[in-house]
């Protein structure tokens, strides 16, 4: 069974720092893509960001809006994939969640998803 389980989220301060853990298994956790995909109230799900199976600083995605502020590696010795957030501001408040992708290149068509985190910012 495909397990995601995450962890990290809470209440900051506007420009303050969070760092998302992401935990699998179930799966041959080095052979996919993982993403974190946020929903805040009301809104859409957004893909924040991914990184695709091999990992490293060329195969990592992000949404302009967090671009130079979130930083997303894995662990394929841990089977966890983590999300830096610096500079947060109210906008990225949200429910954080992890997803396994379809294939070892990010494609957005999500396998599974965890139970996500909470991530709320105060100004």
Same mark, same amino acid.
């Given at each position: 069974?495909?397990? =995601?389980?995450? *962890?990290?989220?809470?209440?900051?301060? +506007?420009?303050?720092?969070?760092? =998302?853990? !992401?935990?699998? %298994?179930?799966? &041959?956790?080095?052979?996919?893509?993982?993403?974190?995909?946020?929903?805040?109230?009301?809104?859409?799900?957004?893909? #924040?960001?991914?990184?695709? +199976?091999?990992?490293?600083?060329?195969? &990592?995605?992000?949404?302009? *809006?967090?671009?130079?502020?979130?930083?997303?590696?894995?662990?394929?010795?841990?089977?966890? /994939?983590?999300?830096?957030?610096?500079? =947060?501001?109210?906008?990225?408040?949200? /429910?954080?969640? !992890?997803?396994?992708? =379809? *294939? %070892?290149?990010?494609?957005?068509?999500?396998? %599974?998803?965890?139970?996500? &985190?909470? #991530?709320?910012? *105060? %100004?």
């Amino acid at each position: 069974e495909v397990q =995601l389980v995450e *962890s990290g989220g809470g209440v900051v301060q +506007a420009g303050g720092s969070l760092r =998302l853990s !992401c935990a699998a %298994s179930g799966f &041959t956790f080095a052979e996919y893509a993982i993403g974190w995909v946020r929903q805040a109230p009301g809104e859409e799900r957004e893909a #924040v960001s991914a990184i695709n +199976a091999g990992g490293g600083s060329g195969s &990592t995605s992000y949404v302009d *809006s967090v671009k130079g502020r979130f930083t997303i590696s894995r662990d394929n010795a841990k089977n966890t /994939v983590y999300l830096q957030m610096n500079s =947060l501001n109210p906008e990225d408040t949200a /429910v954080y969640y !992890c997803a396994k992708d =379809l *294939s %070892s290149t990010w494609s957005g068509v999500f396998a %599974s998803w965890g139970q996500g &985190t909470q #991530v709320a910012v *105060s %100004s």
